[in-house]
C-alpha cells in the first residue's frame, strides 16, 4: 500500500501510544486548523467566506483566545458577527415582520449559531483516517501489530471504527477487526474503572494512609478522556 497524505500520521500517532490514537490525530488537526485560522487563512477570501458563515464551537473559540494574536481573533469576530447581523436582519427579521413562524426563524438562527468550521473540516479528515487505518490494518502486518499495542481507543472512536469497518474488511474481516477492537477497549475499560474505584476510596477514611499510584491519581481525568477524548491542554503549551 503507498504511502498517502493520511498514512504517515497515522503511523506517527499509532507509534506515539500515547492514549487513544484518533484523539492524537484528532489534536493535531485541531492544532493545525486554529493556527491556520489565526495565521495564514487571514489572507483567503474563501476561507472567510467559509469561517463567517460557519463560525466556531465554543471549544475551539476558547483554543483561539488561548493563542497569540488578539487582533486576528477579533478580525474573525468582526465578520462573522457583521454576516450573522446581515442574516439576522435581512432573513429573520423580514420573516417574523410577515407571519412568525417560530419553527422556521429558530432553524435559521441555529444554524448559524451550531456550525464550526474547525470540527467540520476535522470531520472530514476523521473519515480519511477511518477508512485508511482499516485499509492499513487489513493490508500491513506490522500495522496490525502496532494496533494492538495501542493503550485504547477512546468510545467515539471506537464508534467510528466500528461504523467504518464492514465498508473495508467485508463480513469476515469485520468481525475479527471487532473482536480485537473491543478486546483492547475492554481491557482499558476494566483498569480504567478499578483506578477510579481506587480513587473514590482514597477519600474514606479507612483508606488513609494508602498512596495512589500515579495513574490513579489521574483517574478522573483519564476517563473524561476515555469517555468524551477531552484532554486538558498542556499547562505550558
Ligand atoms: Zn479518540
Ligand atoms: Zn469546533
Sequence with gaps: MKETIYTIPINEAF????GCPLCTLRRKLEQDSVEYIMGAAMMEPDVRIETNRRGFCGKHYAQM???????????????????????????AVRGFGKKLDAARAAELIRGTANGCFVCERIAGYEEHYYKNILHMWKNIPEFRALFEQQPYFCLEHTAG???????????RGFEEFDRILIEIVDRYLKTLNE???AFCQSFDYRSAGKP?????????ERAIEFLSGYKEPEKNA
Excluded: F, W
Excluded at 15 to 18: I, N, S, T
Excluded at 67 to 91: D, H, P, V
Excluded at 161 to 171: F, I, R, T
Design 212 to 220: 495512589l499510584g500515579e495513574a490513579q491519581k489521574i483517574a478522573p
Design 15 to 18: 507509534e506515539a501510544q500515547c
Design 195 to 197: 483506578d477510579v474505584s
Design 65 to 91: 483566545l488561548g493563542m497569540k494574536g488578539r487582533l486576528s481573533l477579533a478580525l474573525t469576530l468582526e465578520s462573522r458577527l457583521g454576516e450573522i447581523r446581515n442574516y439576522i436582519e435581512k432573513e
Design 161 to 171: 471504527l466500528l461504523a467504518h469497518a464492514p465498508e473495508v474488511l467485508g463480513k
